[in-house]
């Protein structure tokens, strides 16, 4: 009971409420639908940086899907898979269910699989790959915190912006509290909001180079996460230039650093770790581990152009 009619047009029934993040996870290039039921009279608790509390019975959905045309969105969409979480009582419990060759309807396999997806991408190039659907295990490589499996991406600065909810065009914090789903909130002023990776009017290049390092990266890359034991932490408010990389080396070196000698090097991009293990596709060597194969090179180039300029903009948090 996610989606009304047709799939393919993306409409949730009024169970679930659609929502987006500011700077959205690099997934092949996958376009991701998200939606979200809350229980009935039950409240979310807000945070200022955490991943908000969600009640018991909370059901996140987040379906991938392939525009035909990346220039023409109205031609159509090819369905891939949704993930589901759910808040059991035991926790959060992570759900893949794959579409069928119809398009109908998905089903849950535990196992994950393998779609082909094609699209025509914004150059007007065919694209083809075979699209990695995550088994059921796989999911906890990203969603662990504190030995925790949680939800990624539900924060107060990914959620800060305006959704268009057909009826109106609202910010998606007002909106939800309007219906009554927060315990409480602060003043909407100081809500924090996260750069747009690709919008320079969002904010500076070190903050939008962070935001696409946060949403990427930092699932893993935190104190608390499965990347702990590397030291380098990359969520959105690390203030320690050595944690984000700057001038350390790495905790394993070899192949997977590329034989390089530290994670960042201001300036170098070509000498950075960073770097060469954002632009590889070998499983042994790319970073993020999970979630693709292919080089998303707008964020690359981001990313390099960081570096390149890292001696002269301010770390800003």
């Known amino acids: 009971n996610i989606y009304l009619g047709d799939p393919h047009n993306l409409i949730t029934t009024n169970h679930f409420m659609p929502y987006e993040l500011i700077t959205p996870l690099f997934s ?9 039921h ?8 807000y945070d200022d940086k955490k991943v908000f509390k969600f009640p018991i019975g909370t059901i996140i959905a987040k379906t991938f899907y392939y525009p035909h045309d990346f220039n023409a969105l109205d031609k159509g969409v090819s369905l891939k898979e949704t993930r589901i979480m759910i808040h059991e009582e035991s ?3 992570g759900l893949p269910y794959i579409w069928n060759d119809s398009e109908t309807d998905a089903f849950l396999d535990v196992a994950g699989g393998i779609k082909e997806a094609s699209w025509i991408d914004l150059k007007g190039n065919k694209q083809l790959i075979d699209y990695i659907i995550p088994n059921m295990n796989q999911c906890k490589g990203c969603h662990s915190n504190n030995n925790k499996f949680i939800p990624i991406g539900l ?9 268009d ?75 320690n230039n050595k944690s984000l990389g700057i001038f350390k080396t790495p905790v394993a070196a070899g192949r997977g650093s590329g034989y390089l000698k530290y994670d960042i090097v201001p300036g170098k991009p070509e ?45 800003e948090f």
Not at 155 to 163: D, E, F, M
Not at 174 to 189: A, I, R, T, V, Y
């Open 271 to 315: 000498k950075s770790i960073m770097v060469y293990r954002f632009n590889s596709t070998d499983p042994g060597i790319m970073m993020p581990e999970l979630g693709r194969t292919m080089v998303h090179k707008e964020g690359l180039d981001l990313i390099k152009d960081w570096i390149e300029h890292i001696d002269l903009v301010r770390i």
């Open 165 to 239: 909810y057909k009826d109106e065009n609202k910010n998606q914090i007002q909106k939800w509290d309007q219906l009554g789903l927060f315990h409480s909130l602060p003043e909407f002023g100081k809500i924090p909001v996260i750069a747009k990776w690709d919008d320079p009017n969002s904010g500076s290049l070190d903050k939008r180079a962070r935001a696409w390092l946060d949403i990427n990266c930092a699932h893993c890359h935190n104190v608390n996460g499965p990347a702990n034991n590397t030291g380098l932490y990359l969520d959105y408010y690390e203030t």
């Open 91 to 93: 926790g959060w419990i």
């Open 155 to 163: 924060t107060a600065r990914q959620l800060n912006s305006n959704y």
């Open 38 to 45: 809350i229980p009935k009279n039950r409240k979310i608790q």
């Open 28 to 36: 092949d290039y996958a376009y991701k639908h998200r939606a979200i």
